[in-house]
């Protein structure tokens, strides 16, 4: 029936324009808890050299949120097997592991002579959708936010391991 194919179509387009819109439906939610605006305040935008304040749930202005997403979509589209992990670190099973790393690593970097915060945990080994390596505790370190970027760009690009 190629009506039906259409209409099953079209819900499945939109149940993705859906899935993506979530993060900020989400935090307006948030902001009007209650019934009451929660008063946030302004934070400057973190594109270099931009002055325009950030936008509530996002660290960058309107334009450089867009422009982010954007790439964010390029990115997505360029490599549709990442998709099939992507979800894996919105599972709770990850959240745990990546807590218990953060905890016992005292929230500190693990690049030697590296003295910032650290705010992510790091596959030593990619894993590349190999849940064992995914979920494995031993594989994972605690990474500050620059040193993790820089190892992930290291590895996308060198593809090698
Ligand atoms: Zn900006
Ligand atoms: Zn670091």
Not at 33 to 62: D, L
Not at 96 to 124: M, N, Q, S, W, Y
């Amino acid at each position: 029936m190629p009506d039906k194919c259409g209409a099953r179509g079209l819900t499945g387009r939109d149940q993705v324009k859906r899935k993506s819109d979530k993060p900020f439906r989400k935090l307006r939610g948030f902001l009007h808890f209650g019934g009451y605006m929660v008063h946030v305040p302004k934070r400057p935008c973190t594109a270099p050299g931009c002055r325009e304040f950030s936008i509530p749930g996002s660290s960058k202005c309107e334009m450089h949120e867009v422009q982010r997403r954007q790439q964010v979509e390029a990115r997505r589209a360029a490599d549709p097997e990442k998709a099939r992990y992507r979800r894996w670190y919105k599972l709770r099973i990850w959240y745990a592991r990546r807590h218990d790393c953060l905890k016992a690593a005292l929230f500190r970097c693990a690049t030697p002579g590296c003295l910032e915060r650290a705010t992510d945990v790091d596959h030593i080994k990619p894993h590349r959708g190999n849940w064992d390596l995914f979920v494995d505790r031993n594989n994972l370190q605690a990474l500050c936010k620059s040193c993790h970027s820089r190892k992930t760009v290291r590895e996308d690009g060198g593809f090698g391991q």
